[in-house]
């Protein structure tokens, strides 16, 4: 399994960004997906999953609210909507897959896509 992750890029603190991620190659029938984020110096953290059909969404605490996990299985893509950023939100985010229908935050994901860097300015 392949992923692709875009979208990051620059941006002011209070704006917006959508990230994409495109998995391709043996996904399997069902699979969840989700998108970590490391910032400098600091250990890779869980932001968001949702499980294959949609319906299960799964935040950490700190983008609650600002961020929006969805999904398009007809195109294999995985997004994540990120609104109100701020200058902690600049981190690498990297999306993730496992072989579930459904997200265990437990489990460590099989495969990692190759992360696309935020950077919010002040």
């Known amino acids: 399994v392949q992923l692709q992750a875009s979208g990051g890029g620059l941006v002011q603190t209070g704006g917006s960004l959508r990230l994409s991620c495109a998995a391709s190659?043996?996904?399997?029938?069902?699979?969840?997906m989700g998108w970590f984020r490391q910032a400098g110096g600091k250990e890779r953290e869980f932001v968001a999953a949702i499980n294959w059909g949609g319906t299960n969404t799964y935040y950490a605490d700190s983008v609650k609210d600002r961020f929006t996990i969805s999904r398009d299985n007809a195109k294999n893509t995985v997004y994540l909507q990120v609104n109100a950023v701020k200058p902690d939100d600049t981190a690498v985010y990297y999306c993730?897959?496992?072989?579930?229908?459904?997200?265990?935050?437990?489990?460590?994901?099989?495969?990692w896509g190759q992360g696309t860097l935020v950077t919010v300015s002040s």
């Open positions: 190659g043996r996904t399997s029938s069902s699979y969840a």
């Open positions: 993730a897959f496992q072989y579930t229908g459904i997200w265990y935050r437990t489990r460590a994901p099989d495969y």
